[in-house]
């Protein structure tokens, strides 16, 4: 995949994380210092091979790099033209602490890998020209039974609903049908994620490494949560 | 409900949901909710038997298709309630429905759920000890009882597999009692 698509994808959780490192910041300022983070780093030759394994991930990788961009580029500025001063940045980023836009970045991160794998799954799973039996059922399925329930606070639709739905003859036919939708749904996460991994051992360390990670927050939301 | 979008409803999900849908990938801990087990067990006994058996327990050499299909269009057996209230049920198919649910239920990822499987296979045990007084079995009959007093106590299971689940039990317990055997 080509960087400059994998960038554009991953605009959003960039924002974030700057809006959140750097507090001071205008919203048209991080959208300037964005642009070029991206066409004086990114785009250049030779950055991807830096983000290599012995680097860390991907991920923490760009983030450590945007906040250097970041915090080179406005001490390269004029302090009179300085959209804002460093000094005064360098207190909002010991205040706001870095961990929390850390984050809010890895967090957006999760959205979008989790959308574009369920975007995907869709447009195969519907795709007329490659007609499989039951493909698009088996997302309507996955859509019914967990993305739904999940995202828009519906009800799961009832076993007895489902099968009347979808003509299920018998229960291993049902199960089946929701196995396959999961692997599915499987394969495109790995292969949204092994877009910027790169390799598959790398994937799978992703994939635990969000999943420890939404855990965790997950369960500090439950914890911080007013009692009911 | 409106069309979904991917993107929008995610775009603003906390960590929970994101999490649980992250784990949708992994081997599955359990395809439907407890409380489903009832109405699965009910669209159990009325699937059609050779529909399953057509599946992956045909040993090598032998067409899926025709495992089972004699017995069961002798003793015109269409569902698997057919055949566990049969009054005389094929015996060969009751151990074919066995070894399927066995397979089923030492193999969750093949798809039926092992509450389902395991029912079915001490259902068919059963079968065969209370209409055929016939042994389909080589669990020893502490294992039997055990197994038939789980599957008797799962309150999705329908009155009448209930009463054979029962009856299989009492008599296995008392022969067990007569000669002396686990007790």
Known sequence: ?228 | MAEFNSATALSVSGPGPLAELLAAGEPPAGLWRPEEMAAIFRHQMAAAVLGDLGGATAPAGQPPAERGVPEAQAARCESYADLLRHPNPPARLLELVKEFAKANADHPENGLPKEIAAVLYYGCIAAALVRLKARISKLSDADLRRGLGWAVEQPWVDEETRQLLGRALVGITRAGARDGSGL
Not at chain 1, 55 to 83: C, H, I, T, Y
């Open chain 1, 1 to 228: 995949m080509h960087l400059d698509s994998l960038i554009r994808r991953y605009w959003r959780p960039l924002r974030v994380f700057l809006a959140s490192t750097f507090p001071g910041l205008t919203e048209e300022q991080a959208e300037g210092l964005l642009q070029d983070f991206a066409e004086d780093k990114l785009l250049k030759a030779g950055w991807l091979q830096r983000a290599d394994r012995e680097r860390g991930l991907f991920r923490q990788f760009l983030k450590r790099s945007l906040r250097n961009f970041v915090l080179d580029r406005l001490s390269r500025v004029e302090v009179k033209n300085a959209p804002v001063s460093l000094e005064e940045l360098d207190g909002e980023l010991v205040e706001a602490g870095s961990e929390a836009g850390s984050e809010e970045f890895d967090l957006e991160w999760a959205r979008v890998v989790l959308a574009e794998t369920l975007r995907r799954m869709e447009a195969d799973c519907m795709d007329p020209a490659a007609y499989q039996p039951r493909r698009s059922q088996t997302w309507e399925l996955f859509r019914l039974r967990l993305v739904e329930p999940l995202f828009q606070n519906a009800a799961q639709t009832p076993y007895e609903r489902l099968i009347a739905r979808f003509g299920l003859k018998s229960p291993l036919e049902a199960s089946n049908m929701l196995l396959s939708a999961k692997r599915i749904f499987k394969g495109h996460l790995v292969q949204v994620i092994r877009e910027y991994t790169e390799q598959d051992d790398a994937a799978a360390e992703e994939i635990r490494r969000l999943e420890e990670f939404l855990a965790r927050l997950a369960k500090r939301s439950r914890t911080d949560a007013p009692p009911g």
